[in-house]
């Protein structure tokens, strides 16, 4: 049986092999996603000057008090189409996207369609 700490292990291994070749620049920033047992967190990150351009959590007011009892599929599109809106309003219009070693299902699928519905290109 595997342990939560080979799990974390694996997850760290797949982030480091994705990381090689997902970089995001002032033109194409990187778009991160993490996810924890209770929330989701997302941030659009410009690695040459080491800056977070915008963000968006399901820990925010505004997605919290909208998604009371709603579950984390749901909430993860919101947070996913925040995110969009932002990056959008400040000219972002594409972005890599790095899963952060997390397999891309669930809600981070989710996330990403939300944010490729909203109008952000990756």
Same mark, same amino acid.
């Given at each position: 049986?595997?342990?939560?700490?080979?799990?974390?292990? #694996?997850? $760290?291994?797949?982030?480091?092999?994705?990381?090689?070749?997902?970089?995001? &620049? /002032?033109?194409?920033?990187? *778009?991160?996603?993490?996810?924890? +047992?209770?929330? %989701?967190? @997302?941030?659009? %990150?410009?690695? %040459? +000057?080491?800056? &977070? $351009? !915008? =963000? @968006?959590?399901?820990?925010?007011?505004?997605?919290?008090?909208?998604?009371? /009892?709603?579950?984390?599929?749901? %909430?993860?599109?919101?947070?996913?189409? $925040?995110? #969009?809106?932002? @990056? *959008?309003?400040?000219?972002?219009?594409? !972005?890599?996207?790095?899963? +952060?070693?997390?397999?891309?299902?669930?809600?981070? +699928? @989710?996330? =990403?369609?939300? =944010?490729?519905?909203?109008? $952000?290109?990756?």
């Amino acid at each position: 049986m595997i342990g939560v700490e080979e799990k974390r292990l #694996a997850r $760290l291994r797949r982030k480091r092999r994705v990381r090689k070749k997902v970089f995001g &620049t /002032g033109v194409r920033p990187r *778009l991160c996603v993490f996810r924890s +047992n209770r929330y %989701i967190y @997302a941030q659009i %990150i410009d690695d %040459i +000057n080491g800056i &977070t $351009l !915008a =963000a @968006a959590s399901s820990l925010e007011s505004e997605i919290r008090e909208g998604m009371v /009892g709603q579950k984390r599929m749901n %909430i993860s599109q919101e947070v996913g189409r $925040l995110i #969009a809106k932002r @990056a *959008l309003e400040k000219g972002i219009k594409r !972005a890599v996207f790095d899963r +952060n070693g997390f397999p891309y299902h669930g809600c981070i +699928n @989710a996330l =990403a369609d939300a =944010a490729r519905e909203e109008g $952000l290109q990756f």
